[in-house]
Protein backbone atom coordinates (compact mmCIF):
# COMPACT_ATOMS: atom_id res chain seq x y z
CA UNK A 1 0.00 0.00 0.00
CA UNK A 2 1.68 3.21 -0.91
CA UNK A 3 0.70 6.01 1.82
CA UNK A 4 3.44 8.67 1.00
CA UNK A 5 2.13 11.72 -1.02
CA UNK A 6 4.12 14.18 -2.44
CA UNK A 7 4.64 17.50 -0.47
CA UNK A 8 2.26 20.10 -0.94
CA UNK A 9 3.19 22.67 -3.91
CA UNK A 10 4.08 26.03 -2.06
CA UNK A 11 1.80 28.84 -3.14
CA UNK A 12 3.17 31.24 -6.00
CA UNK A 13 4.04 35.11 -4.94
CA UNK A 14 0.90 35.88 -6.55
CA UNK A 15 -1.20 34.06 -3.88
CA UNK A 16 0.38 35.62 -1.01
CA UNK A 17 -1.49 38.41 0.99
CA UNK A 18 -0.33 41.40 0.97
CA UNK A 19 1.87 42.25 4.35
CA UNK A 20 0.95 44.75 6.77
CA UNK A 21 2.24 47.79 7.84
CA UNK A 22 3.35 46.01 11.25
CA UNK A 23 5.30 43.17 9.31
CA UNK A 24 6.54 45.76 6.54
CA UNK A 25 7.93 47.96 9.81
CA UNK A 26 9.90 44.87 11.14
CA UNK A 27 11.53 43.89 7.54
CA UNK A 28 12.73 47.55 7.44
CA UNK A 29 13.91 47.78 10.96
CA UNK A 30 16.12 44.79 10.59
CA UNK A 31 16.92 45.37 7.19
CA UNK A 32 18.22 49.31 8.00
CA UNK A 33 21.44 48.45 8.92
CA UNK A 34 22.59 46.59 6.66
CA UNK A 35 21.29 48.54 3.78
CA UNK A 36 22.80 51.60 5.03
CA UNK A 37 26.29 49.85 5.57
CA UNK A 38 26.18 48.72 2.03
CA UNK A 39 25.25 52.19 0.97
CA UNK A 40 28.48 53.03 2.77
CA UNK A 41 30.53 50.51 1.26
CA UNK A 42 29.58 51.11 -2.58
CA UNK A 43 30.00 55.01 -2.09
CA UNK A 44 33.48 54.05 -0.74
CA UNK A 45 34.07 51.75 -3.50
CA UNK A 46 33.02 54.20 -6.19
CA UNK A 47 35.37 57.01 -4.61
CA UNK A 48 38.69 54.50 -4.34
CA UNK A 49 37.63 54.05 -8.45
Do not use: F
Amino acid sequence: MDTEQAPPTPASPEDWPEPTEEQVALIRRILAPRIRQARVERTEQQSAA
